[in-house]
């Protein structure tokens, strides 16, 4: 999915999602996941991220196929963030019970480009739930950067008993870290923040654990602003 380009930007405005997996570490206290992104990327090179990436024109065919959610005006973005945690994190928000083998095997098949999120979908049996990410936030990449994205952020929490597991590819790290330890990382010059991934970070310092940060996302409403 694309949208016209800024009227002072020739460079595309593309649809994305992106999501803030929580978890309750140690002492119960609140936990997120970042990637560290590899450095050859065009976008956001070396820098530490929430899983996410572009919505794909596939995304909300199959959200259609679910009768619940399948109605919500973000869908789509829904589909494709949890899509991407798949994809960039190995992490699948399903209440099944999966054989990690199979579910290795076909997350390698959807990178390289031998699956579709659909056949995936299809293979597992997966019954996801596009009701579970909580929408809070909505930031715009401003004009200059080679890729601008509108994306939508959400929040879950992690999937019980599943590593998260970097790909290798787009992905080339994966750590659970609390929001402030993050923070002083960045400030100390041991992680790279993108804005929109320091200002999550920072709202998530408010709240001790996961339930209580997904509890007051969804009360906040949405923050918009330029990445």
């Given at each position: ?19 803030a997996?929580l ?5 119960g206290?609140l936990?997120v996941?970042?990637l560290r992104?590899h450095h050859?990327?065009?976008f956001?090179?070396?820098?530490d991220v929430f899983?996410?990436g572009?919505v794909?024109a596939?995304?909300?065919?199959l959200?259609?196929r ?9 869908a789509?973005w829904r589909?494709?963030?949890l899509?991407e945690?798949?994809?960039?994190a ?5 209440a099944k019970a999966?054989d990690?083998?199979?579910?290795a095997?076909?997350?390698i098949a ?5 699956r ?8 597992l049996?997966l019954?996801l739930d ?9 930031w ?7 890729k ?6 959400y ?7 599943q590593?998260?597991?970097?790909d290798?590819?787009?992905t ?5 870290v609390?929001p ?6 960045a400030?100390?010059?041991r992680?790279?923040?993108m804005?929109p991934?320091?200002?999550t ?5 408010h709240?001790?654990d996961?339930a209580?940060?997904?509890a007051g996302?969804a009360?906040g409403?949405r ?5």
């Open positions: 999915m694309t949208q016209a380009p800024h009227p002072h930007d020739s460079v595309a405005i593309r649809n994305a999602a992106t999501v997996v978890r309750d570490g140690r002492q206290r936990e996941l970042l992104r050859g990327h065009v956001g090179a070396g820098a899983p996410g572009a794909d596939t995304d909300a065919g959200a259609g679910y009768r619940v959610g399948c109605g919500l005006p973000d789509a589909m494709a963030a899509r945690c798949f994809e960039e190995g992490l699948l928000f399903t999966l990690a083998g199979r579910v095997a076909e997350r959807l990178n390289t480009g031998r579709a999120w659909a056949d995936v979908v299809d293979a049996a019954d596009l009701t579970a990410p909580v929408a809070f936030a909505h715009t990449t401003p004009p200059g950067p080679p601008r994205y509108a994306t939508r952020f929040a879950l929490a992690a999937p019980a008993d590593p998260a597991r970097a290798g590819g787009e080339v790290a994966a750590d659970w609390a402030a330890a993050a923070l002083a990382d400030d100390a010059g992680r790279w923040l804005t991934t320091r200002a970070l920072a709202r998530l310092t709240y001790r996961t209580a940060a997904l996302l009360r409403g923050d918009d602003g330029a990445a």
